[in-house]
């Protein structure tokens, strides 16, 4: 048995893994060198429709499968990402940039996750209500949905693999995943060892790698029950449409753009540590980074002075040496970080820091880009409105919660916002305000698995993690009991 198709690339459908057949491949290379990982090849429509009638096959029994079981065997998932810790995390700095650290965590958080999925396993729960006729009991029972599409973006590979992987499984649905084109590389690996050392049944977890073709060949399946998607709202959008002939329920966990307020009263060096770590975490390539800083006048200078002062001290490097920041994932994503800030230039923002890549040697090859700070900005400006997904901090003056909140909800976007005050009305009221799907007060970012993470507006629609995440992957029945 080969271990290698983390190398070489392949699809495992059925329980098995499968040459590719396809003349179509992704060439995966590491962000910080450019170095070629490999060429992986795409999931050709065939292949695709066998993974997707090898999980419709498998489904039923697993679905009646005791929840238990299904819970032991993600729990199974959760000990072999935490004992594989160390490869796993390394193939992400190899293919995502992301520093060591942030890679362990990663795989980390991961395995908490598939944790905290399992322990849903006997919480599986309907009701019972007294029927409208005598001798009669109505039972709203919860089953699984079916087949899901899980499709997955380049930035969290490992775990938003697992947001979808393991609720799916416990639930008793059958999935059909599809990590990003862009990285490919650790959850095949991932793949290889749930192979090797977990007993699902053939055909409940199938893998395809591919790009958007491969994702499309998937989504347009009638034979596909629900499509879990993280990535971009302009792909969100599409799928959306593709899944609309079938009728095909969909998930989608898009791209944000947060707003941070600093009031006149907050902690200014908590407030820079925070806004600073929810900005430059894994390069600024986080869906719920702090993307627009609305400080109050009153701490304005203090605020912009201390942040330019922290951001400056940000240490960049090679991911392997666990800096504070690695490079973009790719010549794309640079380019986009680029483009956000001579954008902002042209229409007349001032760069306070960086705009530009680090000139050292080292920095010669990958996507490299240096901590930013713009100000003189207004709420019009592209760098206001749409998602950078780079280490770009645009930083603009507020003078009352009113305008604060107006300016923060004046968005397409909403996924995250952050919120420091000491001022429990002005919590209060932002809380209730601001419309996102989460808001973090006097904290940075960092989800946590009994929370519940939702865009609101164009940042998605289904939502995942906690109670409500875990029952996204069920289905009601209702059934009439007449026992006259
Ligand atoms: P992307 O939309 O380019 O790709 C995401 C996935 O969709 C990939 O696997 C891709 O191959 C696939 N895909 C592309 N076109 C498709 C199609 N027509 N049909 C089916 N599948 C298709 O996104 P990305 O660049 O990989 O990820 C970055 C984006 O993801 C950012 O906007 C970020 O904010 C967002 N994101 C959101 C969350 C969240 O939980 N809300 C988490 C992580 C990332």
């Not at 240490?315 to 640079?334: K, T």
């Not at 240096?370 to 400006?381: A, L, R």
């Not at 009221?429 to 601001?434: D, K, M, Q």
Request: glycine content about 8%.
């Amino acid at each position: 048995m080969s271990t290698e198709y983390h190398r070489s690339g392949g699809h495992y459908i059925g329980g098995r893994w499968r040459e590719p057949t396809g003349d179509r491949s992704v060439e995966v290379r590491n962000p910080a060198t450019e170095e070629v990982i490999g060429d992986y090849p795409s999931a050709t429509g065939d292949e695709v429709q066998e993974a997707i009638q090898a999980a419709k096959q498998s489904q039923v029994d697993w679905g009646r499968l005791p929840a238990k079981e299904r819970g032991d065997l993600v729990r199974e998932v959760a000990d072999l990402l935490l004992e594989h810790k160390d490869e796993l995390a390394s193939l992400l700095v190899e293919e995502q940039g992301k520093p060591r650290s942030v890679a362990e965590g990663e795989v980390e958080a991961s395995a908490d996750l598939a944790e905290y999925m399992a322990e849903w396993d006997r919480r599986i729960e309907g009701d019972i209500l007294p029927g409208d006729s005598q001798d009669e009991s109505i039972h709203l029972q919860r089953q699984p949905v079916g087949v899901i599409a899980g499709i997955i973006p380049w930035n969290y590979p490992i775990a938003v693999f697992i947001r979808k992987f393991a609720p799916a499984l416990v639930a008793g649905n059958t999935l059909v995943a599809k990590p990003s084109e862009v990285t490919p590389v650790a959850t095949l690996r991932l793949t290889e060892l749930i192979d090797e050392h977990v007993d699902i049944p053939d055909g409940v977890y199938n893998l395809v790698v591919g790009g958007a073709e491969t994702g499309e060949e998937l989504v347009t399946s009638a034979d596909v029950d629900m499509i879990s998607m993280t990535g971009n709202v302009k792909t969100g959008k599409e799928i959306m449409r593709q899944a609309a002939d079938n009728l095909t329920e969909v998930s989608l966990e898009l791209g944000g753009k947060a707003p941070a307020i600093v009031w006149k009263d907050a902690d200014v060096d908590e407030a820079v540590d925070d806004v600073l770590t929810a900005r430059i975490t894994n390069t600024g390539q986080v869906c719920t980074c702090a993307e627009r800083v609305y400080v109050h006048s009153n701490v304005r200078d203090e605020f912009e002075q201390k942040y330019v002062e922290a951001a400056q001290d940000v240490e960049i490097g090679p991911p392997e040496s666990d800096p504070d920041m690695g490079p973009h994932v790719n010549a794309r994503e640079l380019r986009k970080t680029e483009d956000a800030v001579e954008r902002a230039q042209e229409e007349g923002a001032e760069i306070r820091l960086g705009g530009t890549a680090p000139d050292e040697d080292e920095f010669a090859d990958g996507y490299w880009y240096e901590p930013t700070v713009v100000t003189d900005v207004d709420q019009s400006m592209d760098i206001m409105q749409e998602e950078v997904f780079g280490p770009v901090t645009p930083i603009m003056e507020i003078d009352s919660l009113d305008e604060a909140i107006e300016y923060a909800n004046d968005s397409r976007y909403g996924l995250s916002a952050y919120v420091f005050t000491n001022d429990y009305k002005v919590a209060m009221r932002a809380s209730e305000e601001l419309e996102f799907g989460e808001t973090y007060i006097n904290r940075t970012l960092g989800e946590s698995w009994q929370g519940h993470h939702i865009g609101w507006n164009e940042s998605g629609m289904g939502g995942e993690d906690g109670k409500y995440g875990f029952l996204k992957y069920t289905q009601l029945k209702t059934v009439y009991h007449n026992y006259s």
